[in-house]
């Protein structure tokens, strides 16, 4: 579990980094936090694993407090950090189990863990040699390893697929919704709203160290691009000046071969939609909801804060 | 406890591998401190071949611990690199950021990476000294005494845990690892004099002597240890700033704490003054007992061991006193031959210098250099007291008029450097190892600008012009 409240931190410099962060994530949730480079995640995660104190407002991550127990909350917290932060000169099986040892783990399960671990992210081959010789996608799966082998209950994840091929993320996206069903609770940093939206069930938006959008995803599709619209695709240029709309569509936007609707309430109204195009022998080939991107909310969200016009 | 040496050793061993992996260090390094012992036994063999052909005596046998200490020293200044880029090396490459999250404690890592940069220099050193000693066996020289050696390798050990507890410090303050290795002359060349001073004390002092160096040394790095601990903070290794060295900002940090709310200069001496020396009375109490405990001490082992050295008949004592009366009637040219403000400058210098040897002790130094300064005044009152003067009259006429003054100063200033040391040490939440520093030298500079600087003015008027008159009126009754 995390909960923030007011979460703040101000450097040296008086430049505020992080402002009024309230997040809660609960057990089987992830949350994903997008924000550009400088927004304040990493200085966020930071302040929920205790490294830096926050300067307002307070944190309690798997129910410690981030200033009264910062130990007890390091044993329970697995980081991957922003920069993979690999000894170099070690081997990649010799890296997790000094990190086991460190979290206390003993010789046999610090075996066992890290053949887990090594195997399933396919570093088995590589784990005797120097993780210098590794590639960064690797190098990266290593220090995911590290983060997941004390088994931590709160995992938090700073940019963890930036340098991986596809098929590398796609093991990570795996074994994160894995984590996620065995009750994790679970915060991803990233800028990649592809992999947030596969992934997390809540999002994040933070801006200048403020979060300017906090939700449940689906819930925040409604809140900033409005009602789900829907689309009847033509086979040919067909016109629909006499269609008579059934009370509850409108029209959002037409062009020769489709037409996109708004409606608010599918359940009532599509039936009798789609029974007006059938009537007008209207060549339909599909009529569906739009996808909506978690693309489009954030640019949109991020267009406004910055005081711009958002194109869909 | 247990679990907590395990932690401490578990950080360390890990780094000390990691060292002994990369055999393009290594392999130099080893050589390095082969061939060395080699070089010093022959440089040794040569210098006495020489001193010989001159007359000089120069024994092995006294030679041998000079040189041990040295051939111990030498692998030390060169893997001071490793204490210096413990931590700020770490934060270079990023990795200090799995461990600062891990449940590793604070003192677990600062221990950790100080146990390691103490062996590895040790490992060295020890290294040395063994082929060292396997050389001079060869040598017509009879093998140093377990003791000797004993103490010889402990003193070594002391170094060692010396730099290295510098040295970390610097790691956890440094921005890079450039400027940790730009300030590594902080260590080496303090160390360095440290070891002349020993020298010193093996050649002419007897060996036991050595014991006071072991023990000081011990002393000054568990303070600095103590220091680093207390000022680690997991915060400052996460930190952005490259290299900065913002001048501006520490002057305003400097000044501001120097001038402090005062509108004038009136108000600086009525106000913001008093409240510094206000805070100054416990060390006064501490550095005027020390002080005077020195003078008595001093003055009694004159009196009582000097006669045993120094035939002093009554013949002797007269011819003495004839030689100080004739030099007296140089007084009348004090004033050119020392001018005042020649005087005044000689006497700030060597507060200043107290300062400074203070600031890189903790104040212990700078407390080291009073007291051999008043063991001295001691001494001076133990002789004249041997020559049949008496003490009090020498001490009323000779020293007490510009003394007032002079010893005022002095007092003041060491008890001010005492004062900035204690700061230093004491854990600080709010405040850098940087800020605190100029803060403890800004109260020091109130001192010693405030008060100190005037009344050494005034002392070296006294001493010049008054002082010699005073003297001359009292020689008769010598
Ligand atoms: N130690 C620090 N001192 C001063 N400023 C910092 C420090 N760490 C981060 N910042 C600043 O705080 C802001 C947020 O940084 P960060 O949390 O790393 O952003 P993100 O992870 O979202 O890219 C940036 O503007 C960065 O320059
Ligand atoms: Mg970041």
Not at chain 2, 98 to 106: A, E, T
Request: with cysteine; charged share 20%; glycine share 6%.
């Amino acid at each position: 579990m995390i909960e923030t409240n007011d979460l703040s931190k101000q450097f040296n410099n008086n430049f505020w980094a992080v402002q009024g962060v309230t997040l809660n994530v609960q057990p089987g949730q992830i949350l994903a936090l997008l924000g550009q480079n400088g927004a304040g995640k990493t200085t966020t995660v930071r302040m929920l694993t205790a490294l830096l104190a926050p300067t307002r407002g307070s944190a309690r991550v798997a129910g410690f407090d981030v200033t009264k127990n910062p130990k007890e909350i390091r044993m329970n917290v697995g980081v991957l950090t922003e920069q993979h932060g690999l000894y170099l000169r070690m081997s990649g099986d010799e890296y997790l189990d000094y990190f086991g040892k460190i979290y206390g783990l003993d010789a046999q399960a610090r075996a066992v863990r890290s053949k887990y671990l090594l195997d399933y992210f396919g570093l088995g081959e590589a784990a005797r040699r120097r993780s210098g010789e590794y590639s960064k996608g690797m190098k990266q799966k290593l220090a995911l390893a590290r983060s997941l082998m004390h088994n931590p209950s709160v995992l938090l994840l700073d940019e963890p697929t930036s340098a991986m091929d596809p098929e590398s993320s796609r093991l990570v996206r795996d074994e994160i919704a894995r984590l996620r069903s065995s009750q994790r609770t679970i915060i991803i940093c990233t800028h990649n709203l592809a992999e947030a939206e596969a992934l997390a069930d809540h999002i994040a938006i933070i801006y200048r160290g403020k979060i300017l959008l906090n939700g449940a995803l689906d819930e925040l599709k409604q809140r900033v691009l409005g009602p789900v619209e829907y689309e009847a695709r033509f086979a040919d240029a067909f016109d629909t000046s006499g269609l008579s709309l059934p009370a509850g569509a409108e029209v959002a936007s037409r062009s020769e071969t489709s037409l996109k609707f708004r409606i608010e309430a599918p359940q009532v109204v599509n039936p009798g939609l789609v029974r007006a195009l059938a009537s007008m022998n209207a060549p339909l080939i599909s009529f569906h909801e739009v996808p909506r991107k978690l693309e489009q909310v954030y640019l949109k969200t991020m267009a406004e804060a910055q005081g711009l016009a958002y194109a869909a | 406890m247990r679990r907590n040496w395990d932690a401490i050793w578990m950080v360390a061993r890990r780094e000390f591998i990691d060292q002994f992996r990369d055999w393009r260090i290594v392999a130099p390094m080893v050589l390095l401190m082969a061939l060395f012992p080699f070089v010093a036994d022959d440089t040794t063999q040569d210098s006495i071949q020489f001193m010989g052909r001159f007359g000089g005596e120069l024994i092995l046998e006294r030679l041998v611990p000079f040189v041990i200490l040295v051939i111990g020293f030498f692998p030390l200044s060169f893997t001071l690199v490793v204490a210096l880029e413990s931590f700020v090396g770490e934060k270079e490459r990023g990795t200090i950021e799995p461990i600062l999250s891990s449940p590793l404690d604070d003192h677990q890592i600062y221990l950790g990476k100080l146990l390691v940069g103490i062996t590895t220099p040790l490992v060295f050193s020890f290294f040395s000294i063994t082929i060292y000693l396997i050389l001079i066996t060869r040598r017509d020289v009879a093998f140093p005494s377990p003791y000797l050696l004993a103490l010889v390798l402990l003193l070594t050990f002391a170094h060692a845990v010396l730099m290295v507890s510098s040295a970390i410090v610097i790691s956890v303050q440094a921005t890079t690892v450039r400027a940790a290795n730009l300030l590594a002359s902080f260590v080496v060349v303090p160390v360095a004099f440290l070891l002349q001073g020993e020298t010193a004390l093996i050649f002419w002092g007897n060996e036991s002597v050595l014991w006071y160096a072991i023990v000081g040394v011990t002393l000054l790095s568990a303070l600095i240890v103590r220091l680093g601990v207390s000022h680690f903070r997991r915060e400052y290794l996460l930190g952005r700033e490259i290299d900065t060295f913002n001048l501006k900002q520490m002057g305003r940090v400097f000044i501001g704490r120097f001038v402090g709310n005062a509108e004038s200069i009136r108000d600086w001496y009525a106000f913001e003054l008093p409240e510094t020396l206000k805070q100054l009375k416990k060390p006064l109490a501490l550095v005027t007992l020390l002080g005077v405990a020195a003078i008595v001490a001093s003055y009694l082992w004159v009196v009582v061991n000097v006669p045993a050295f120094l035939d002093i008949s009554p013949e002797i004592t007269d011819r003495i006193k004839t030689l100080v009366n004739e030099n007296l009637t140089d007084f009348e040219d004090l004033s050119t031959q020392m001018p005042v403000p020649v005087l005044f400058y000689h006497n700030a210098r060597a507060v200043v210098i107290m300062l400074l040897l203070g600031i890189v002790s903790f104040g212990t130094l700078g407390v080291t250099l009073f007291l051999v300064n008043m063991g001295l005044v001691g001494g001076v009152l133990g002789g004249a007291s041997l020559l049949g003067v008496s003490p009090w009259l020498l001490f009323a006429a000779g020293i007490l008029p510009h003394g007032i003054f002079e010893l005022s100063a002095v007092f003041l200033s060491v008890s001010a450097t005492l004062k900035a040391g204690a700061l230093l040490v004491t854990p600080q939440q709010d405040k850098s190892l940087g800020e605190l520093l100029l803060v403890a030298l800004a109260d020091w500079f109130r001192v010693f600008i405030g008060v100190a600087l005037p009344l050494l003015a005034v002392a070296a008027v006294v001493e010049v012009f008054v002082t010699p008159q005073l003297l001359k009126m009292v020689v008769p009754y010598f």
